[in-house]
């Protein structure tokens, strides 16, 4: 099991989850289609983010999934840039 790879799937998942609690309720309250979006984009890659978790732990049952360490960082800088965006708005 590697630690790293375990640890920044952890992240993305987190902070994933986090944004699509954020848009959730934002899309709770405006009723915007854009927020609904944001939202669902958000929940898709909290599913990636448990996918790798699961597959790094060696639990997964979709073995065929799993992730190189440099597209992982990618995510999880993508998923940071836009947990930057809706906090500074």
Sequence with gaps: MDTLNLALSAVLAGISFLLFLQ????????????????????????LEGIFLLLS????????????SREILVLNLLIVIVLYAGTVRG
Excluded: D, H
Aim: glycine content about 2%; hydrophobic content about 65%.
């Design 56 to 67: 790094v732990a060696s639990v997964n049952p979709f073995t065929v999934f799993s992730m």
């Design 23 to 46: 848009m959730a309720i934002a899309y709770k309250r405006v009723r915007s289609s854009k927020l609904l979006l944001l939202a669902l984009g958000f929940f898709a890659f909290f």
